[in-house]
Nanobody, 121 residues
């Protein structure tokens, strides 16, 4: 079993910053892409950013230039630095990882439990 545990959400004023962390634990052979998604009330879950094992990144247009995704492969951890936050960034943020438990095993799509980010004055 592999689990993703997120931390770092909270309440922040517009223009502020937050840093989310997500650590994978359990029996892990390898982790491929990791990423962050978010779901605002009444909306579908959407991609925020992804990062490949070698570090190439992909961002939603709405967060480009404000958010930075990074990862520490030795710690099986992915981070999301969020700057210049806006009220429209308010959502539950979910960590995602594509991982294998053993060599040759299936790649599983794993999700964290979600962490609330609220941007409000």
């Amino acid at each position: 079993q592999v689990q993703l545990v997120e931390s770092g959400g909270g309440l922040v004023q517009p223009g502020g910053s937050l840093r989310l962390s997500c650590a994978a634990s359990g029996v892990i052979f390898s982790i491929n892409a990791m990423g962050w998604y978010r779901q605002a009330p009444g909306k579908q879950r959407e991609l925020v950013a992804t990062i490949a094992p070698a570090g190439s990144t992909n961002y939603a247009d709405s967060v480009k230039g404000r958010f930075i995704i990074s990862r520490d492969n030795a710690k099986n951890t992915v981070y999301l630095q969020m700057n210049s936050l806006k009220p429209e960034d308010t959502a539950v943020f979910y960590c995602n990882a594509k991982a294998r438990n053993f060599r040759g095993g299936p790649e599983r799509d794993l999700w964290g439990q979600g962490t609330q980010v609220t941007v409000s004055s």
